[in-house]
RNA sequence: GGAGGCGUAGCCAAGUGGUAAGGCAGCGGUCUGCAAAAUCGUUAUCCGGCAGUUCAAAUCUGCCCGCCUCCUCCA
């Protein structure tokens, strides 16, 4: 029995999908104007795992993530870019691709955008401002907060009590402050589209109503982000979504914790984030994603260069022990193994104690040399993404040379000439690894 | 002010009533000319503090201390 914690309801409970054996789950995608940070793809990590597991366990999963490609900050930033927003934000999938991919996420079903949904958008709002939920004003459109009885319920929060907060744009349009804006109208010849309202462009909160419920239906089994989108990203969705069609808008409601740098949010706003790219200069992809499943998906991580370093030496762990060749074929219990693992699985997708799993089979791998270990623990890594490549290291020729040399001093028991060409290769960056009578050159990551 | 989360070995991190997973580092052994790499073994009488419930608590209750997030765009 899978359980998942959902934040509608803030516990853990069996889950149970609408349709035996479909599950259908949209995740919140990214506003598209700068390059991924490690935040995202911690993100995309923990929806990637949840999207594995489930279909380990034999479900035909559809996946759906939106690309959010108009909003202030593209527009923005293609201002100081001097480049039309959308050529930003295409240039930008693009790169969240080239990220997506070297971390091994697999691909959504659809990833639909704002531009190409524009009518499916403008088509809801219209049947919103019918329903009596949204008023228009100058040419923008508000959702009427007030009119919706369950507002705040994702958030756990009162309508008085963020008042109390005070932090609330102060808009004159708005009938009450924390009403939000479903339409916006032109300012001085933005990207704008015509309406119903005149030109312009779709707030931020609607488009995951409008195709979500374009491809998923009205009720579907998971919706997922950050954890920052609880309120009043995904708090709005449901307003709208369930505001028009008196029904739940998905069953399960769950957030990723954040990435965190010395204990502080990462975040563009106070610098301190790390861009993916900038981090896979360091260390391998799989080391960064073995470093997310390390923690659990709910709880904050705190992101450092020791703590990365200290996981790709647990990761060389695991790949080296598949490289393991000749392995014996007698019959052993691997099951347990496998039980194990889908019982950690299982409780909320807890990759950390599934990892404990892999370890163990690892160990038990090297230890016993039998192949059927081998083939599990390639079963289970793919269940978490991991994809180990035996990596063809291109070795320079000069430092191949050395280590002939070297490997000819060692055969004459020159030992002090064997250790300085080890000391001229190691300068160089590189590692002679010795066996009996030959040797192996790895390059050290700097 | 309102809502929520976290505090477990040197570091990272699981564990939500039955007596502390796993990783990194450290230590000891194997291998090696010596190393490195690899490998095997080992490493918390104790879970922020105090009180309480219970046969039994890291796990439940109360209070306290420390840290973080959301309430504005944000994965």
Redesign the pocket.
Known sequence: MIQVYNNLI?KKTEFKSLKKDTVNMY?????VYDL?????????VSFDIIRRYLEYRGYKVKYIQNF?DV???IINRAIENKEDPLDLSTRMIDEYFLDMDAINIKRADIYPKVTTHIPEIISFIEKLIKKGLAYSVDGDVYYDVRKFKDYGKL????L??????????INDKKVY??D?ALWKAEKENELSWDSPWGKGRPG??IECSAMSMKYLGATFDIH??????????HENEIAQTEGLTDKPMANYWV??????IN????????DN?FTIREVLKQVDPMALRL?FL?????????Y?D??I???S?????IS??LTLNDLKDDAVDVETYRQEFVS?MD??F?T?????????L??????TLNINYQILLKELLSVLGIKIEQKEESIPKEIIALAEK?QQ??ID?N??K??EY?DQISAAGF??????DS??I?KINA
């Open positions: 803030h995740v919140c995608g990214v506003t991924c940070h490690i935040g995202h793809a911690r993100a995309y959010t909003d202030d900050k958030s756990n929060r009162k008085a009590d963020m008042q109390a907060g005070a932090r609330v744009d402050p924390l939000f931020w909160h997922g982000g950050g954890h920052d989108l609880i309120f009043p990203h957030h990723n914790g954040f990435v965190r204990d502080e949010k990462m975040s563009k706003s106070l984030f470093f390390m923690t659990h998906y709910r709880m904050p991580i705190n450092s020791t703590d370093i200290e996981t030496k647990a990761l060389s762990r080296h022990s950690a409780d909320d807890n950390a104690r599934a990892l404990a799993v892999v370890f163990d690892v160990k038990q791998l090297n230890k070297r001093a060692r028991k030992w002090a064997s250790d080890r590692a002679v690894k010795d066996s009996k040797f192996e790895i």
